[in-house]
């Protein structure tokens, strides 16, 4: 830099500006140079690198003093509200009125009150304000204290909603056409211009419906970015809908996100080649099924063919030589999600599903022998891949369950398999209605007997009953056989079996293990008779409905 400057003082500028951090302004000052040949030696060892240049837009966020910007300023919209009136030579109350009138106006957007009239009395008493304190015109500590007392009664919280908008500012910069930059961006660039949608500074939440072509177009965009690290948007929850078809992202465009683009123009020219590209590499570099899976389940999101070819390539190469049942379980849930959401993105997943099917009878087929010698860490980490696993087989239609239960009920039976995966295969087997309430008590009463150690005994009962207390509540038989096994522990090792019972029980909700504990007070109850008076065939017509709602066929 200083050399550059050398060559402006010897061509015979006399005044020169440098553009620059603050924190180079003091090695830039001409009567402090050192010699020449002190910097040319300082340069002679550097190697030389080729570099490219260009401009990302800005925004007034980054700014501020608070972002960690060390030559930021405290209020850059507060100072860009004063330029733009130092431009149109506006003076004296004109900058404090039109400012007061902001903040009213930005408080109303958050449904606040701020009248006309107290706009004005603002005014009045940021004036008054700045003459007590020997200032000529009102600055932004006056307006502060000003809109505080009269337009938020006094507390700092309404205008603390406003701060962001208006004292630091929203604004995004933007670059020139003929600025340079890298084909990603420009791209980028075309595509939001055909899909007419503009960046923002602002964070905001985003709703989709994949049903429209539109908004369909915007999530592919949204998920390929995504896959490239430009985190323009994060997924967000989109409520109580539990469809395909609608998604929800929190939006804001960030410059570092621009750098991150450059970043990624080494994967190709355009976001969906460089997309696929990533997706190609890092799937020969994925250390298991589960990263391949959720790889696969974004170039779905993101409509990248390419991408689903080389990943689908890998996976059923990698599936075929894996051994671990494990892994096999947990990657049954991406897949079906991916097939799933195929339907709605219009994609062939017929490769996808061949290996499903596979994976699940690969699965089935080792789970009753990878079950066994579990100690309690591998058993939980089963036991969570089992969950995995049958939730992904509850998304899809028409796949192997028939091999599942035969799974489920091997390793449910044996007394050699550990009591947490044991008990919750149980419960599996029983909420498909494979069992019934008079198996599952014997069970129960078998795992719970003095024979067997209670540790085991309150592991099986923590997979029965994890999560949900409905057995308990509504079956008195379970409830009597927990409450006779609870009362039977010796106290030698009833501080073992502690721990784990308080987890399982913690789990529940308030009501329910209130209704838990009303009914062991009362030392059980009689079964429930309200079935004898019930009118089935008054309750006909909503048995119907509801069979309709659960995708339940009629039969003769």
Known sequence: MRRLLRAAIREGHGRIAVVCGAYHAPALVPADFPPASA??????????????????????????????????????????????????????????????????????????????????????????????????????????????????????????????????????????????????????????????????????????DLRKPPQLARSVLLHRLALLGVDWGVQAETGRTTGTFKEAWTLQWRPELAVALVEASRYGTTVASAAATYVSEHAQEARGLTELSELLAGCLLADLPDGIAGVVSVLGERTALQQDVGPLLETIAPLARTCRYGNVRGVDVTGVRKILDTTIVRACVGLPTACAGLDDDAAAAMRRAIDSAHHGLSLLPGLPLEDWHRALAAVAGPDRIHGSVAGRATRLMLDAGLLDGDDVAARLSRRLSIAAPPQESAAWLDGLLSGDATLLIYDRRLLQIVDGWVAGVDDDVFGDVLPLLRRTFSAFSRPERREIGEQVSRGGVEPNTLAGTLDITGAGPAVQTMARYLGWQATA
Not at 90 to 106: F, H, I, P
């Open 39 to 208: 910097d040319n030696k300082v340069l002679a060892g550097l190697p030389k690198t080729k570099v490219a240049v260009t401009w990302v837009p800005w925004t007034s966020d980054r700014l501020s003093l608070r972002s960690g910007y060390g030559a930021g300023v405290t209020a850059p919209g507060w100072y860009q509200h004063l330029f733009t009136h130092w431009m149109a030579q506006d003076q004296g109350n004109e900058v404090s009125t039109t400012w007061l009138v902001r903040v009213a106006r930005a408080l109303r957007k958050e449904n606040l009150a701020a009248s006309t009239a107290s706009v004005v009395d603002a005014s009045r008493m940021a004036n008054a304000l700045a003459a007590v304190r020997g200032r000529p015109s009102p600055g932004l500590a006056e307006l502060d204290d000003a809109a505080q007392a009269v337009l938020c009664d006094g507390s700092p919280l309404p205008l603390a909603l406003v701060h962001r908008e208006l004292t630091v500012g929203l604004e995004l910069g933007t670059v020139p056409e003929s600025a340079p930059t890298v084909p990603l961006a420009a791209d980028l660039a075309a595509s939001l211009r055909k899909l007419r949608w503009k960046p923002g500074s602002m964070e905001e939440v985003l709703s989709l």
